[in-house]
């Protein structure tokens, strides 16, 4: 019996010196029933005729051109549209698979019969492989521990049907966009399955990252993470809002204002004060985070405790200013 079609979706950006092993990754897996959608994002170098040039050796391969620039969030939602397989994996164009990669995750997705399957994955760097072990084999139910789940789509198996029943959809147009998507994922899934093979490998040595690229029209990468964090809470909110939780939340929320330059500050505190008020969250929760945060001032230099502290005072003046317990 023929096994089911994976469609294997990549986006696609002036990836020339990694993408013939990501692609060759994706060909060359022990499940052969495999759709490779390559969504070039209109690169400037020798990728696209890379990927014409392997289509005519194996016709899995498909390819989609954007008419502009969009970044990698729509790129992978118009290889969801394009799919014509019964699972959706992802991979980014300057990573690989492991050989049994697919035959693993589409294993356990038919014998736990769950919308999706995680794996853990290994990190790439300096001619180094580190196993990046998040999950343990089990067959969990979602709950509040789902929002500190790894955000990259990568390393997942996931039903197509799922997805587009659901309106799942990767947000566009600027950083951290897979949040969206896992979120809205985890929202809508009732269990999921964890799986402890190390089945992905996630090249940190390219500079010229897709991950590292900005789409948020000039505005700093973790003021972006701000609105990314309201999106993803109301997604919750909406679909399993007991699955919420606000010290994971305010801490992502925290963690992105203090980072952000002097001249972004006040207004991401301005953005976050009004989306903690309309959590109704307590001074008690914030100090939880607060916390925290004074652990890790420990193990830094003076020079950013003094820094931080400042930022610390002022989030904490704005976010209660009025507040009453």
């Known amino acids: ?33 495999i ?9 400037t170098d020798n990728s696209t005729n890379l990927i014409k040039n392997m289509q005519k050796k194996d016709q899995r391969i498909v390819l989609l051109e954007n008419k502009n620039n969009v970044g990698p969030g729509s790129s992978r939602n118009a290889g969801i549209d394009a799919a014509t397989g019964e699972y959706v994996a992802f991979i980014d164009n300057d990573d690989h698979y492991e050989p049994a990669a ?24 300096d001619g180094k492989q580190s196993p990046r072990n998040w999950y343990v084999d089990k067959l969990y139910t979602v709950d509040k521990e789902a929002c500190a789940f790894f955000i990259s789509p990568w390393g ?36 999921i ?4 093979q190390n089945l992905y490998h996630w090249n940190r040595n390219n500079e010229s990252s897709i991950t590292k690229t900005n789409f948020n029209k000039g505005e700093p990468r ?26 994971y939340e305010i801490h ?7 980072r ?29 985070v607060q916390n925290r945060k004074r652990y890790e001032l420990l193990k830094s230099n003076a020079w950013i405790r003094i820094f931080i502290k400042a930022k610390i005072k002022c989030l904490k003046r704005r976010l209660f200013k009025g507040h009453k317990d």
């Open 1 to 33: 019996m023929k096994q089911p079609k994976i469609s294997v979706i990549v986006p696609v950006y002036n990836a020339e010196a990694w993408l013939q092993k990501a692609i060759d990754s994706c060909l060359k897996q022990t499940y052969a029933n």
């Open 260 to 288: 952000l330059p002097w001249s972004y500050f006040r207004r991401g505190c301005s953005e976050i004060a009004r989306i903690i008020q309309e959590w109704n969250v307590s001074k008690a929760d914030f100090k939880k």
């Open 252 to 258: 992502a929320l925290y963690e992105s204002c203090c």
């Open 156 to 191: 997942k198996l996931i039903k197509t049907d799922f997805i587009r029943q659901n309106n799942i959809r990767f947000g566009e147009g600027f950083v951290a966009e897979d949040r969206i998507f896992q979120i809205s994922l985890l929202s809508h899934a009732d269990k």
């Open 193 to 196: 399955y964890l799986c402890s």
């Open 102 to 125: 697919m035959q693993t995750l589409y294993d356990l997705i038919t014998k736990y019969q769950t919308p999706a399957v995680f794996a853990n994955w290994f990190v790439d760097k």
């Open 222 to 247: 973790d003021f972006a993470y701000i609105k990314v964090a309201e999106k993803c809470i109301n997604i919750i909110r909406q679909n399993k809002p007991e699955i919420f939780n606000p010290e």
């Open 35 to 43: 759709e490779l959608i390559c969504v070039d994002d209109c690169s």
